[in-house]
């Protein structure tokens, strides 16, 4: 399967926009899941129309202190690196809120005192779109502070059988993912480009762009993953981004005008493609270009 992320840095710059388009022409030839990464404020449902029929609670394990078995030796509270547990005299302190997740309490306490307890943090929701494309979303609930938690359990989400249709042309196993990242350089971001194969990076011509395109290609290029660049409304601004991307190596595949029938549809709810036909054949080039680009 071939991973694509779709990812900006600076927010508002048309990541969704891009990402529902893509996954739009790329049902038309082969087998598709789209991931909306954003679990903060996932939007991109607002343009497939999924009909989400699953939906499930995820979260993180946190640690449970039996006060019979512990021994308040501190072990659990030293190996932790977040400070989400407090050895305090003869009572242990956790801190949900703090914790990861990542079980190091657990396993090296001396005395197996200590278990884990699920704490929901938000949801999946999954079904299919009208195209056939597989979708499925996070949502972290209201009040919660971490979102990779959900996007781990979002990346290893696999569709039902039967959700998407057979594959033909994209790779030999047929599939493509795509990943609506959310916005910014944090850790959320990290999470959802690592394990990807390509980063399409969506930007805009202006200082603001710039700043949060170069953040977000640094990120790509810690993780190995190469990538190409998508200017959104284009024609504002001026030709820093072009010069940067050129300086940089990094190939602009694809510019979307400054136009106001776009930004009409896109309020509107509709996915460029379906209300800009014109765009169609750019977003068709843009799949082969990066296809090609991770299968030469």
């Known amino acids: 399967m071939m991973r694509i992320v779709i990812a900006s840095g600076k927010g508002g710059t048309g990541k969704t926009t891009v990402a529902t388009s893509l996954a739009q022409v790329a049902a038309e030839r082969g087998a598709v899941r789209f991931l909306d990464c954003d679990v903060e404020a996932p939007n991109a ?20 202190v039996d006060a019979q078995a512990c021994t308040f030796c501190g072990r659990c509270a030293e190996i932790c690196q977040f400070n989400a547990i407090a050895v305090v005299g003869k009572k242990v302190l956790v801190f949900d809120d703090l914790c990861h997740g990542c079980g190091s309490c657990n396993w090296n306490c001396p005395e197996q005192a200590i278990s884990e307890h699920l704490v929901v943090t938000g949801v999946i929701d999954s079904g299919t779109t009208p195209e056939g494309i597989a979708f499925a979303q996070g949502v972290m609930n209201v009040g919660q502070t971490m979102g990779v938690p959900i996007l781990r359990e979002l990346k290893k989400w696999t569709p039902a059988t ?3 249709p057979p594959s033909t042309s994209l790779r030999a196993s047929g599939a493509l993912e795509i990943r609506d990242a959310p916005p910014g350089a944090s850790c959320p971001v990290v999470e959802t480009m690592r394990g990807a194969d390509f980063a399409l990076l969506v930007t805009e011509p202006t200082p603001f762009g710039l700043h949060d395109l170069k953040q977000v290609a640094a990120i790509a290029h ?11 409304r284009d024609g504002i601004g001026d030709d820093a981004v072009g010069t940067w991307c050129a300086d940089s190596g990094l190939p602009i595949l ?8 776009i930004a009409e549809a896109i309020a509107s709810g509709r996915t460029l ?10 977003f068709h080039d843009l799949l082969e270009r990066i296809v090609a680009g991770v299968n030469p």
């Open 222 to 232: 810690d993780l190995g993953i190469p990538a190409g660049v998508v200017i959104n």
């Open 273 to 282: 493609v379906d209300t800009v036909p014109d765009q169609r054949p750019g």
């Open 45 to 64: 449902a607002l343009f497939l129309h999924p009909d989400l029929e699953t939906h499930r609670e995820v979260g993180i394990r946190v640690p449970r």
């Open 254 to 261: 694809l510019r979307i005008p400054m136009e106001r029938r």
């Open 162 to 164: 039967g959700d998407a």
